[in-house]
């Protein structure tokens, strides 16, 4: 937490603050003219005055309770005051910014606590990424809380190449040296966890024997028991209502996952009808928003995920509920964070009745006001966080990368990746070729392009190829050096020459996304720290993705950006590239690009 | 926990489980054929079966899953099964009975999991009496978590005479050497902390510094918003929905106490209506017991307090949940208890659709069959722990205590506690007498008898006069060494010689509670142990109080047995004796027994 925002701990003030609640002291603040949103009875109260003394929230009482000419008032003018939003699960590399740059588009959704994993950062540069990561979150304004990431690398070296490494001992010292670390994060590793593979139950037990609960991630139905045995209590990934029901019952919670409806990961509408209706309580339900890109961290916050939930059914003081209290229950922080209850932190937003947010409060101050940071919280984000040089040096490709496979010399199987937008899942298909009228007309024919991931951590510099079937792309190429989770260099396109231009621009620039066409960089949005982050402000670096995705449409891509940044996430189904090779996801097991060659 | 049902923690077996989850290993027991009641969706499923593996469960999977002839079977007959319940706040020594002996009448009810504040041994034997609670707690066959006296002595030594006395340092150690002590027991002492009052906040700081919560005790609306901004988060003092949704809005916790209807504290019925009326949701209510005596123990335990939930309008899984995950959520321990969730201890019970009890397991294992102790539980019993010899000698008595006031020798005003069943308030009342008939008459005319509160710790030995109004006692004497909290000698009656039999008798027996008439015992529960415990079974001291409750209404008492034993405690409105005179409780103010006596 940035100094500017930084207040006594609780046990350190409940007398002054005490003596505030009964009118004995004076508020520092009064924010008054409100209808509070209580997150505990699930109701909006009549109008009323919170009380703000050192930070804290020293009570809500009537109207015109405070007669004191000391405390600074704000006028509320009827609208409704409710807690700062608690995202339960994100990656802040996703939005491709520094964790202090993140917390003014947070902020300005209504924000205030979040629960990060940087497993982003831990895939590229190991513990020490992580721990760059937090010195970056205390200096952040924003309450930024760790869950460790559990799965660095995702699988293992047999399926892909990784920069980190995260073993059972590491993860044991980091939650010994940091207290913001309060959780493990999301074992994504589900089929190894629910098989009792030796080194993910290790993890879990550095988590489970320090007291910490253990994120998850899991998809479908039939490792659910196993997979909650393993000591896993949440999960963002329920994208039924059947499933999210199964989870509950095992004991764990549920985090909606709000995404921008046109990328894959909206799964917030199917799950939420295991409250809607299928009659489940909704109190172990949270909302989350995962991942989102500079841009979309602007437009679909957890401001708006909680109207999302309202729109499907969950009365407004619940669905908030849902994005505040809930979140800190989880991680058992509710004594500090998620309500306007007596002592806690006063982190607040002001909202109109369809939860639009007007204005937000950081430990008691203003630091968004009609829709604008204020001078507080431009001080701070003036004074960010500055990662060292070896953070700017971490993609290490080699020399002259083969872009494109041999071309079979006889009619073959292709093992291709087929794209199903929007969906996260990718399809297996052996589609029957005959190479015989050259790259060209075979991608025609079957609405292919390439697209292959290097290694490039500098440890081998292999690369992998592959086929995208109906990833749309018409000319040039796009790659990324965000290519979860051991982010590889991935890159795409119709033609080698594009995508060595796309290739050359990403080592340049040390990491980054750009899209190509003829021989022109169209959009380029520079990563310059461990190839995922930006050190510039959220906002210019949403300008830039804004003008990527541009590119990334006029090139005729059909899978949008982070889409295709998964496509080497070999934890999802169904079948992935690596820098591996081709990886059948379920079973894990790596397919050759062609097969079936007829004896030449 | 006694050895018997000791268990591996989580982190060092979630490997196996996870086997025993998906298939690949036998459970140690299978319970099928019944409807597990979720607490989670808060639904009853449908027909399954458990999965128990080490004393945790594994999983809840369709019936007929499990194939295997290695497990043990037991076969549920359709009926429910639900989680042990977890009772969020009680005070053993009230039930007369040892941590061990506790247990069975526990299971009994169907309750696997307690936090008791074992502040009254604590006002008799200081951090000394509380650690040796604890090393019985160890031994019993329950989970029993404590939450540490917060206030003893209950005021100050102006106004009672404890034999404890914790201060802030004490209240630390004890933190840092058990475990077991997972929270700060009942802040009293509400009006001096919503002073301010300097050592009340520096206890609450202890707790709060080491991330503990604090539990509350408070009546009335007026210093809810200065008591809840002291940390303070739960309250089972909510008597009204009104001030259960102050409570609730400024983020405490709602207990909500269920003690039988004959007596003054079953609250459950009026503040519940903050949920079924108010429409506040229920999902930070929880339900306790507080206090019972060792009859009542067995008749009102949790399994009927959630009946009554449910007879004042909760629906049965909501009550149930109330009953068990909401505790553990409050205390952060729902990963462990409270719910049928994987990778939590097996305490279950088995319940027909009405609620009643007839099965229970702890870690696993059966301990109540058909409402009986099974063999391991027995076994267990007869292992208890033995408290040190030094416990056995704490009722130090002047040798010839005064019994009586001076009779006034002219008419004036006594200050007369008023009781006014079955409320727990006491009234004060100033009523004009005319001493000239002598005391039968005095007696007689205005409905009184006598009262005396001996301090009995070996400090001084003073002894405080009073008379109380509509006691109901028609002859002989009624004494208790259990007189909250200080638990000094309370004795009521109509004559000298019969409240001299009763004060000898508790002398002799080292403690207990005793009713006389006309030179002769009636009926005698001793309580050797600190003068508040018995070191009987519980069956055992349930059959001797049933006896003693006989007795008490035959004397004619109104106010029952544990309502007397409450007019010594100074926190509880209005009117109270101490040993140090009558106390006016909101104004902490000792009145005298007669005042406007005119000029002799």
Same mark, same amino acid.
């Given at each position: 937490?940035h ?22 002291a ?12 209580c997150?505990?009875?699930?109701k909006?109260l ?6 703000i003394?050192?930070?804290?929230i020293?009570?809500?009482?009537p109207?015109?309770?405070c007669?004191s000419?000391e405390?600074?008032?704000f006028?509320?003018?009827g ?9 339960a699960h994100?990656?802040?590399e996703?939005?491709?910014v ?5 917390a003014?588009?947070?902020?300005k959704?209504g924000?205030t606590?979040i629960?990060c994993?940087s497993?982003?950062i ?5 513990k020490e990424g ?17 869950t460790i ?20 001992s590491?993860i044991?010292?980091l939650?010994?040296?940091?207290p913001?670390a ?5 074992k994504?590793?589900?089929v ?8 993910a139950h290790?993890i879990i037990?550095?988590s489970?024997?320090r ?8 998809y479908g ?8 045995a ?12 059947e ?8 004991g ?11 990328t ?8 939420i009808?295991?409250?809607t209706d299928?009659?489940c ?16 961290l ?5 401001d708006?995920v909680?109207k999302e939930?309202?729109?499907f ?8 509920s ?8 989880r991680y ?8 306007l ?6 982190d ?12 937000t409060?950081?430990?008691g ?6 829709g ?12 960010p ?5 070896s ?7 080699? &020399? ?14 292709? &093992?291709?990746?087929k ?28 609405n292919l ?5 290097i290694?490039?951590?500098g440890?081998h510099?292999?690369?992998a190829?592959g ?6 792309i018409t000319e ?21 020459s ?12 040390q990491g980054g ?5 003829n021989g022109?960089?169209?959009a380029?949005v520079p990563?310059?720290?461990a ?8 906002t210019?670096v ?14 005729g891509?059909q899978?949008?950006?982070m889409?295709? &940044?998964?496509l ?5 189904? &169904? ?11 379920r079973?894990l097991?790596?397919l ?9």
């Amino acid at each position: 937490m940035h100094k500017e925002f930084e207040i006594e701990p609780l046990w350190k003030v409940t007398r002054h603050l005490s003596q505030v609640a009964r009118g004995a002291a004076v508020p520092d603040t009064v924010i008054r003219g409100v209808r509070p949103l209580c997150v505990f009875t699930e109701k909006i109260l009549p109008e009323s005055e919170v009380w703000i003394s050192g930070g804290r929230i020293a009570a809500v009482v009537p109207a015109g309770s405070c007669t004191s000419d000391e405390a600074q008032f704000f006028e509320g003018a009827g609208a409704i005051l409710a807690p700062g939003l608690v995202d339960a699960h994100l990656h802040i590399e996703s939005s491709m910014v520094t964790a202090c740059a993140y917390a003014e588009a947070a902020l300005k959704n209504g924000t205030t606590t979040i629960f990060c994993d940087s497993h982003e950062i831990a895939n590229v540069c190991d513990k020490e990424g992580i721990e760059w990561m937090l010195e970056d979150a205390r200096m952040a304004a924003l309450n930024i809380f760790l869950t460790i990431p559990s799965t660095v690398p995702a699988t293992t070296p047999e399926f892909e190449t990784a920069g980190g490494n995260l073993t059972p001992s590491k993860i044991g010292e980091l939650f010994d040296a940091w207290p913001e670390a309060v959780a493990l994060g999301e074992k994504m590793d589900f089929v190894a966890v629910a098989s009792g593979d030796e080194r993910a139950h290790a993890i879990i037990a550095e988590s489970l024997r320090r007291g910490r609960p253990v994120c998850g991630h899991i998809y479908g139905r039939e490792n659910v028991a196993a997979y909650a045995a393993s000591g896993v209590t949440d999960t963002h990934e329920a994208v039924t209502a059947e499933i999210a029901e199964d989870l509950l019952r095992a004991g764990v919670w549920i985090f909606l996952r709000g995404g921008p409806p046109t990328t894959p990961w909206h799964s917030l509408p199917q799950a939420i009808r295991a409250v809607t209706d299928f009659g489940c309580s909704p109190k172990r339900v949270c909302l989350c928003t995962d991942d989102r890109d500079a841009d979309d961290l602007f437009l679909f916050g957890m401001d708006w995920v909680a109207k999302e939930a309202r729109r499907f059914g969950i009365p407004a003081p619940v669905a908030w509920s849902m994005g505040s209290l809930h979140a800190a229950t989880r991680y058992a922080m509710d004594g500090e964070f998620g309500s306007l209850g007596a002592g806690r932190r006063a982190d607040l937003v002001l909202t109109n009745d369809d939860g639009d947010v007007h204005a937000t409060w950081l430990s008691g101050k203003l630091v968004i006001d009609g829709g604008h940071p204020t001078e507080v919280l431009e001080r701070a984000l003036q004074t960010p966080y500055r990662y060292p040089a070896s953070a700017y040096q971490t993609v290490t490709l080699p &020399n002259s990368p083969t872009l494109l496979p041999e071309l079979p010399k006889t009619p073959c199987t292709a &093992n291709v990746i087929k794209i199903v937008t929007p969906g996260i899942e990718t399809f297996h298909d052996r589609l029957a070729i005959n190479p015989s009228g050259g790259w060209e007309s075979l991608l025609t024919e079957h609405n292919l392009c390439h697209v292959a991931v290097i290694e490039r951590h500098g440890i081998h510099g292999e690369v992998a190829h592959g086929l995208l079937q109906d990833f749309g792309i018409t000319e040039g190429a796009v790659a990324s050096t965000v290519g979860h989770d051991a982010h590889n260099l991935i890159v795409a396109g119709k033609n080698e020459s594009d995508m060595k231009l796309a290739v050359e621009t990403l080592r340049t620039s040390q990491g980054g996304v750009c899209v190509v066409r003829n021989g022109e960089i169209l959009a380029h949005v520079p990563l310059p720290i461990a190839g995922l982050i930006s050190d510039e402000r959220a906002t210019e670096v949403a300008n830039k993705t804004s003008q990527l995705k541009l590119a990334w449409n006029e090139v005729g891509c059909q899978m949008p950006y982070m889409g295709f &940044n998964l496509l080497p996430l070999s934890v999802i189904p &169904n079948f992935r590239i690596t820098d591996k090779g081709l990886v059948l996801v379920r079973n894990l097991k790596i397919l050759p690009l062609f097969e079936d060659q007829t004896a030449g």
